[in-house]
Structure formats: C-alpha cells, structure tokens
C-alpha cells in the first residue's frame, strides 16, 4: 500500500504536466493557428514576419512570465483574446515544450 501511494506521488506531478502541454496545444490550434505556426513540423516562418512558436520557444527570453505578457492585449499587433490564467499558464508550458 505505502508503495502504491509513493508511486502515485511519484507519477502524478509528470501526468498533470502532459496534460497542461496538450490542454495547451489543443488552445494554441484553437486561437493561435490563424497567425502563427504552433507546432514543431514548421521549419520557415510565415512571410508577413507572425513568429512561429517553436522560434518563440528557442529564443533565450521566452521565460513563462514573458509569453504570458506577450499574450496581454497591450503588446504590439496581438489581438485581445481575453484568455484566462489558466490558459495563459497552459500556452506558455506547451509553447516552451517546443523547445
Ligand atoms: C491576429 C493574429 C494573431 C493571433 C490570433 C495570435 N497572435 Fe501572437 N502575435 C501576432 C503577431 C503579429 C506577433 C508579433 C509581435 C507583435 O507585433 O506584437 C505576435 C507575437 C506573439 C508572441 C511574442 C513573441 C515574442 O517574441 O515576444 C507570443 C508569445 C504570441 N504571439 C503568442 C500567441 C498566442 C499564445 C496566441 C493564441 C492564444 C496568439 N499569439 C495569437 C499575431 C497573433
């Protein structure tokens, strides 16, 4: 029994990341696709200059805390998507999975 809880302990953290990676990537086709690249099999970027998300994950910067300021309507050309933490959280750890 002791066993079976420490195993569990061990295993559960590492699930609940896999799913926030996919909760975050399922998000990122549902409202990033149309301007960006969101997944690993693009190898240029689109010509209108929208960075794709595994440029964005390699650049040194991309801390969480970043991607989730780049996601607030006050920077530059994104559009307010009005996402809510958990989703902003989300996008960052699959968009950093990309690295
Ligand atoms: C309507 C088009 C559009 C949509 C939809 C969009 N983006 Fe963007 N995004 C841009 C453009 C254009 C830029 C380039 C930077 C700028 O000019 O602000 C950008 C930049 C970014 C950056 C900043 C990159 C950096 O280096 O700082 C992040 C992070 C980002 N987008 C994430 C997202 C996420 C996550 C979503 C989906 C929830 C999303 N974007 C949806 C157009 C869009």
Request: hydrophobic content about 45%; glycine content about 6%; proline content about 6%.
């Amino acid at each position: 029994m002791l066993r079976l809880i420490l195993c569990s302990l061990l295993v559960l953290p590492s699930l609940a990341r896999a799913e926030d990676i996919e909760r975050g990537r399922l998000l990122a086709l549902r409202w990033c696709a149309g301007c960006h690249v969101v997944d690993r099999s693009a190898t240029e970027a689109r010509a209108d200059g929208v960075p794709t998300f595994p440029a964005i994950a390699g650049k040194p910067n991309s801390s969480s805390e970043h991607l989730r300021a780049a996601m607030n309507p006050i920077h530059g050309r994104m559009p307010d998507l009005a996402l809510g933490k958990r989703d902003q959280d989300d996008l960052a750890v699959y968009i950093l999975s990309l690295r």
